[in-house]
């Protein structure tokens, strides 16, 4: 691997196994085309659900900057260790970017604390997603939208608590609107969710989508910064010097 941001994209890989349509557009899996996609400015691995402990060891996830989640099909299927894996990677200051269905995974859930539903509807929609803060580093070279021929709709109620930013808003042409690029923070983790990625749509291949999701990866990483030190504390016995005295 190369590059400084360590990424690992996690995938089911089910319905490119099962699906003849799905395996057209994608016939190395999702993770092989979101792999290329980030190109080598990254240092990117991939995982899938049907590796031992899902692909997400312990080794893996500490050697994981960001962690990218594409699931849909099998979400009871990963195990509880493994998502109170992640969760804890992510309180650590881990990265995580949810797209698509993947609002559905048990590790989102667990991160927004509410059931996160929604509504859908399968039939390809056209699809504008507006970007709603010019100068969010997320969106940094995107312009005013992108537009999509065709992705599957998702529509509001969404429900995920407020987001700490909310940076894509999409519009659909069935009139539906859905808080599609969202920002949150848990403990030491930066966490994105982006909407678009229906496995029937080739959108993936789309270059504002692609940009944003190398956008997205650059800012969740790490920042470096020192992690806070918990526990009983017992303050210093020396006097503080008043700043103003000789």
């Not at 290329?36 to 899902?54: I, N, Y």
């Not at 509807?121 to 699809?127: F, N, Y």
Request: hydrophobic share 35%; proline share 5%; net charge negative.
């Amino acid at each position: 691997m190369s590059g400084n941001v360590r990424v690992t994209i996690w995938n089911e890989y089910r319905h490119e196994l099962k699906d003849e349509a799905v395996r057209n557009i994608y016939p190395q899996g999702i993770h092989a085309v979101l792999a290329e996609a980030l190109g080598t400015e990254f240092a990117v691995r991939t995982a899938t659900l049907d590796e031992p402990e899902h692909g997400l060891t312990e080794e893996v996830l500490n050697e994981t900057d960001v962690l990218v989640w594409w699931g849909h099909m099998a979400h009871k299927e990963v195990q509880d260790e493994i998502v109170e894996r992640v969760y804890q990677r992510v309180l650590a200051g881990m990265g995580l970017i949810v797209l698509h269905s993947g609002h559905f995974s048990k590790i989102f859930k667990k991160l927004m604390g509410t059931s996160c539903d929604l509504k859908w509807r399968e039939a390809g929609d056209k699809e504008r997603l507006w970007v709603v803060s010019p100068g969010h580093p997320i969106v940094q070279g995107i312009g005013e939208y992108i537009e999509l021929e065709q992705e599957e709709m998702y529509g509001e109620h969404f429900d995920i608590p407020e987001p700490d930013e909310l940076v894509l808003v999409s519009w659909f042409e069935g009139g539906e609107v859905f808080r599609s690029g969202c920002c949150f923070k848990r403990g030491l983790g930066r966490i994105f969710y982006f909407r678009p990625g229906h496995e029937t749509h080739p959108t993936y291949y789309n270059e504002g989508v692609r940009r944003i999701i190398a956008n997205s990866v650059r800012w969740a990483a790490p920042t470096g910064d020192s992690k806070p030190k918990y526990g009983r504390y017992i303050p210093s016995l020396e006097p503080i010097k008043d700043k103003g005295s000789v």
